[in-house]
């Protein structure tokens, strides 16, 4: 039996009356009372996922809103930073794992703190479970309080936590949260969701799970990002920037930047319940994390930095993907996982969507089409695109060739062979404001509210990362981030509407709220793909 076991934080309403949060909150307190260059500090671990301590201006560390102030000096020498700032994985089949290990260091250091102020030893990090029952997709009573029971300040609250909305109205918009703060029609609604756990392949693609996989794609060290994995698309990215939301003055909130969210103490309750999703993935013996050295023995195997994080007396603590693999042997457990839905017969719902119910009733348990098949370009649009105020439009110019073969894969469709998949992508996206989240509508009419079309909406990506990978100097060289959508489903409606042979295809790009004058954010390509078996 695990000593350790990870609690939801709506346990008693949420609020202190739960002692993991108010335990927590006195942990929390105790590292924020120590300086940026000691090993032990709330600032320390903050700069180990990523930081700005150096930048001038927001979002340097030196100009963000208190509370709670934070600092920028006194900084710790080179070879400490070196050894651990800025190693957060993102866009990466490393983003679980890394996690996973960064977690449990940080744990060890509150509980080591708990223990300190009187506080249970078994003391461990709860989970903010957005998706449970109730208004659990709100945040947790205890984070927005400005004092604790006794009267004395609350680390647990934080200036820089806008919302969804810029309000201060903290929530994250899954279906429940959606219905009770419904967003305005005429900009993006794009929904929290647990889909990802239908996944079957950690890195990969086929019929029930979009490229690159459930984990990500294969990558070495990876701290700025370039594609995400579909459990670090969503929920996670969502997650970050509707709870960081953006302020009155457009600059974005801690949750939302790579560089500052470990600043914000709700930052580890959401990755724990990140965590438990793929503890949860990992129940089903059907799923299987990567056996390939090269994530099993994470990056150092390779020739690039290792994962190394502090340990409460100072010491320096080397960890691998395949050590943070198995949860029994970890030490801890989750009180509850949530359900992981069965991967369903792909294939066979595609084929009766399509109208071909004979086909669909051959199709044998199990089956599914196959992905990594052949990709070709469908089409692209002409040139860079601007997303600003309430979003953009272009045209994809689709190659009538190779339209044609998607039209023969469906006219192909059988019990043994499904048609064409189609994705389009969003490439080379840059900017400077991490605080967005962009709906992608395919074909919307021009006076449509997008809001009204869910049956048009191909996905919706948060910009979480953007700042750090449109660095020129950066990781990817400034390459900005990547996004791939699957929509396949919207192709299907095409062709049953004998709409798919066209010269074109409209798609619209809308954010969830109105986006600043100064975000300067661009799509350096929209283009379309089709996947064959």
Not at 52 to 69: E, I, K, N, R
Not at 328 to 336: E, G, H, K, P, V
Request: contains cysteine; glycine residues 12%.
């Amino acid at each position: 039996m695990a000593t350790f076991t990870r609690a939801n934080a709506w346990n008693n309403g949420g609020t202190f009356d739960n002692p993991d949060l108010l335990w927590y909150a006195k942990g929390v307190g105790a590292m924020q009372g120590r300086g940026l260059d000691d090993t032990s500090s709330w600032w320390f671990y903050a700069a180990i996922h990523g930081e700005y301590v150096g930048t001038d201006g927001f979002p340097g560390w030196g100009s963000l809103p208190a509370t709670p102030a934070v600092p920028n000096t006194p900084s710790p020498s080179d070879s400490v930073t070196n050894q651990y700032w800025d190693q957060c994985q993102h866009g990466t089949w490393f983003f679980l794992p890394w996690h996973r290990g960064y977690l449990m260091a940080l744990e060890a250091q509150v509980r080591a703190d708990v223990i300190n102020l009187g506080g249970p030893s078994t003391w461990a990090l709860p989970y903010w479970d957005y998706f449970g029952p109730g208004n659990n997709f709100q945040i947790p009573p205890a984070f927005t309080q400005q004092n604790l029971p006794d009267g004395t300040a609350n680390p647990l609250f934080v200036t820089g936590r806008y919302g969804p909305d810029g309000d201060g109205n903290i929530f994250v918009p899954t279906p429940a949260g959606i219905q009770q703060f419904p967003n305005d029609p005429n900009l993006g609604q794009g929904t929290v969701t647990q889909d990802c756990l239908s996944n079957d392949l950690f890195t990969g693609d086929d019929s029930n799970t979009p490229p690159p996989g459930f984990g990500g794609p294969q990558t070495g060290f990876s701290h700025t990002p370039g594609t995400f994995g579909n459990i670090e698309s969503n929920p996670h990215n969502l997650v970050h920037v509707y709870v960081g939301g953006s302020s009155p003055d457009g600059n974005g909130g801690l949750m939302s930047d790579p560089g500052l969210a470990g600043l914000d103490p709700i930052f580890y309750l959401h990755h724990a319940n990140i965590d438990r999703m793929w503890a949860a993935w990992n129940s089903n013996s059907a799923n299987t994390n990567p056996t390939d050295p090269n994530w099993l023995n994470g990056p150092a195997a390779t020739g690039d930095r290792e994962f190394v994080l502090p340990n409460p007396d100072g010491s320096a603590w080397v960890y691998t993907p395949q050590q943070m693999s198995d949860m029994s042997q970890l030490n801890y457990a989750y009180d509850s996982l949530p359900a992981v839905p069965a991967a369903p017969n792909a294939l066979a719902g595609r084929l009766a969507r399509l109208g071909l119910a004979a086909a669909a009733a051959s199709v044998s348990a199990g089956a599914s089409a196959a992905g990594g098949g052949s990709v070709e370009l469908l089409g692209a649009n002409e040139q860079p695109l601007a997303i600003t105020g309430a979003g953009a439009s272009t045209s994809v110019k689709v190659d009538q060739g190779v339209s044609a073969k998607v039209s023969a894969s469906f006219a192909a469709a059988a019990e043994t062979k499904s048609p064409d998949r189609v994705y389009l992508n969003l490439e080379n996206v840059r900017g400077t404001h991490d605080a967005s989240a962009l709906s992608v509508y395919i074909n919307l009419p021009n006076d449509a509210k997008p809001g009204e079309h869910p049956e048009l909406l191909a996905g919706t990506v948060a910009l979480f990362g953007l700042r750090r990978a449109s660095l020129k100097d950066g990781q990817h060289g400034g390459e900005g981030l990547n996004f791939v959508l699957d929509i396949t489903k919207i192709v299907d409606e095409l062709h049953l509407q004998n709409a798919l042979n066209t010269d074109a295809i409209h798609v619209r790009i809308v954010p969830h709220w109105r986006l600043p004058d100064a975000a300067d954010i661009s799509i350096g390509r929209v283009s379309i793909y089709r996947q064959g078996q």
